[in-house]
């Protein structure tokens, strides 16, 4: 079976500080990993992948085996990065299934 | 290229009443889904589906159900509504290969009365 957990459902932060949602996963294979982003009134979209190893939006996230998480940082964030973030994660091979964490909504205060 | 589209935006119904959520995309992507959207619970899968006349149940399928007729156009079905199915429902397609990017439509909010 696959779980996503994001511990914190609200996290709150001033414009300029570093920001950090948590992610932890379990899956007994190689999973990937992706945070999905949904600003308010718009749809759902992906923000970044694991395999990618890309920086969106100054926003990064690190796949730590050892420790089976993919946490989200960014070190000074924006008002408008104010939003829900979604952890997901999708089995190996042509499994297209993703399992959705349960969401952590973003403030950032000016 | 219009994307994921999804009709209506808003529904009420009354208890028992049945309808039909519209899910269409343009993209030619073979696999498709059905969230379900709610405070605290995140997203959930309902139905999904690999490609045309292909189906298959989700996390929590049960009051919906799905069919494939076209690669196009996943349509779910609410057989008869109840108040727990009050909710923010989600389409989404996925591009294999390339990341597995999944794109959303802009959801249904439906409200069982």
């Known amino acids: 079976a696959q779980r996503v957990t994001q511990p914190e459902k609200l996290l709150s932060v001033f414009k300029g500080a570093p920001v950090e949602l948590k992610c932890n996963y379990s899956?007994?294979?190689?999973?990937?990993l992706f945070w999905y982003v949904q600003y308010s009134r718009q749809r759902l979209q992906l923000l970044l992948r694991?395999?990618s190893r890309e920086s969106i939006k100054g926003f990064t996230a690190d796949l730590n085996k050892g420790e089976t998480s993919f946490h989200l940082k960014k070190p000074f964030a924006q008002e408008e990065d104010s939003a829900m973030y979604y952890c997901?994660?999708?089995?190996?091979?042509?499994?297209?299934?993703?399992?959705f964490g349960k969401g952590t909504l973003l403030t950032v205060n000016p | 290229n219009a994307g994921v589209t999804q009709t209506p935006k808003f529904q009420v119904l009354k208890t028992g009443q049945s309808m039909t959520l519209q899910c269409a995309q343009d993209?030619?992507?073979?696999?498709m889904s059905w969230y379900r959207q709610d405070p605290g619970m995140g997203l959930r899968l309902i139905h999904y589906?690999?490609?045309?006349?292909?189906?298959d149940q989700g996390e929590v399928p049960n009051g919906y159900n799905v069919s494939r007729s076209t690669t196009e156009d996943f349509p779910l079905r609410l057989l008869s509504a109840a108040p727990s199915q009050t909710s923010v429902y989600f389409c989404a397609s996925i591009q294999p290969g390339g990341g597995y990017e999944q794109f959303f439509g802009p959801g249904t909010r439906l409200t069982v009365l």
């Open positions: 589906s690999v490609g045309a006349g292909i189906t």
């Open positions: 899956y007994s294979g190689s999973p990937e």
């Open positions: 993209m030619n992507h073979e696999y």
């Open positions: 997901a994660l999708k089995g190996g091979g042509s499994n297209y299934k993703l399992t």
């Open positions: 694991h395999i």
